[in-house]
């Protein structure tokens, strides 16, 4: 009952982009926007934190393509109508502190057994990307924080991953690969992980091929789909002699299953029929009124129940983008004040010259005449009079 949430940057860029189905050009800015948030010390909690780290990197990508390389608005906005659709989703309430700690799913009662830990994964069906993106976040994270445990006799942890189908269906080659990946590396850890579908061929053979039991109980043919499921079901086990796997499969009744595990060597057994012990616990969903009793008993209650919002991306930029619109507003002050400063000293230069002026306007006549000779002189016409005022001067010595 306790709300299960995770942060922005604890799912991380890869499968953030494939949460959100971004092409590789898009990827990529998801990746730049995580680098700038490490390098430049941002918190991204939140959704509305990745949303601001998006916008700001895209406002400053003259400046960061030196170094992260271009980044385009198109991209951005693309990824920001994306986010718009994963809000709608839920992935608002998703993502946030406190984050789910993964320990917290390892703990024992007070007798000193261990506790099954149900997802209420009701809403999330409707939303099978969010399922399947979360459910791999949740073993990423196992397999970064759990140490080595190398062949224990017991798991540390097991997982039933319902509905296994959504985990894969429309997934790209690489949330294959890491998929692969995290199933084969992380039985070291102790952990087990059991994938529960209707048909085998909803988990891809390279899923398939890294699991070593295997529990298929009834399958009836009435399709084509139906058939060639049967069919695929069958070829996944060791044959046993006794009897055509195929067949039995389509005869299994109530409480029967065909089973096959590892042996002591680690090699499959051959397969063999079956019947399942009954659960013991109740069938169907819990009641509200046992499921409030069960949450107040909870020992993580205090835990998960109360939101965190803490400064982080969001606060930050907008704390660096007040910063900068206060710094501006004071250049533009300072710009305004030169401004003014100049158009006054450029009016007394101007008073200046105009008193310069109207005190060369009452020079002499003498003055006055000998400037007038001086632009004379530069002209043809000017020498001829000047050459004959001269002339006209020496003949009267």
Do not use: C
């Not at 529960?196 to 399958?219: C, E, F, K, M, S």
């Not at 907008?318 to 100049?342: G, S």
């Not at 060369?360 to 004379?376: D, H, M, N, P």
């Amino acid at each position: 009952g306790h709300p299960v949430r995770t942060t922005v940057y604890e799912m991380g860029p890869t499968l953030l982009s494939n949460l959100l189905e971004l092409n590789e050009t898009q990827g990529g800015v998801m990746q730049v926007a995580f680098s700038v948030a490490y390098d430049e010390g941002l918190l991204l909690l939140y959704l509305k934190d990745l949303r601001s780290m998006l916008n700001w990197v895209a406002d400053n990508a003259a400046e960061l393509g030196r170094s992260y390389g271009r980044v385009s608005r198109a991209s951005v906005n693309a990824i920001l109508r994306r986010l718009l659709v994963l809000e709608e989703a839920g992935g608002e309430v998703f993502f946030g502190e406190p984050a789910i700690r993964v320990e917290h799913l390892m703990q024992n009662d007070f007798s000193g057994r261990g506790v099954i830990s149900i997802l209420d994964a009701t809403t999330l069906y409707h939303s099978p990307r969010i399922y399947a993106t979360f459910l791999l976040w949740l073993l990423s994270e196992l397999m970064e924080e759990l140490p080595e445990r190398g062949d224990a006799d017991l798991p540390r942890l097991v997982f039933f991953f319902d509905e296994a189908h959504l985990l894969f269906s429309s997934a790209p080659k690489a949330l294959l690969e890491k998929i692969t990946q995290v199933v084969r590396l992380i039985r070291s850890k102790g952990v087990g992980v059991f994938f529960i579908t209707q048909y085998p061929n909803d988990v891809p053979d390279q899923v398939i091929g890294q699991l070593g039991n295997r529990i298929q109980h009834a399958l009836r043919a009435f399709t084509p789909r139906d058939r060639k499921a049967l069919k695929a079901a069958a070829e996944t086990f060791r044959e046993n002699p006794a009897f055509d796997t195929e067949e039995v499969i389509g005869q299994l009744g109530v409480g029967e299953a065909l089973i096959s595990t590892l042996n002591a060597k680690g090699v499959p057994s051959v397969v063999d029929r079956t019947l399942m012990s009954p659960p013991r616990s109740k069938f169907g969903p819990v009641d509200p009124k046992k499921r409030a009793q069960l949450i107040s008993r909870s020992p993580l209650k205090s835990t998960y129940e109360q939101t965190i919002d803490r400064e982080s991306a969001h606060e930050m930029l907008q704390k660096r983008e007040a910063e900068l619109a206060e710094q501006r507003q004071l250049a533009a002050e300072e710009e305004a004040r030169l401004k003014e400063e100049l158009k006054r000293r450029k009016q007394e230069e101007k008073k200046k010259t105009s008193s310069s002026r109207g005190g060369r306007s009452r020079q002499s006549v003498g003055e006055t005449l000998a400037k007038s000779i001086a632009r004379t002189i530069g002209s043809s016409l000017g020498r001829q009079i000047i050459r004959g005022i001269l002339g006209s001067i020496s003949g009267r010595r």
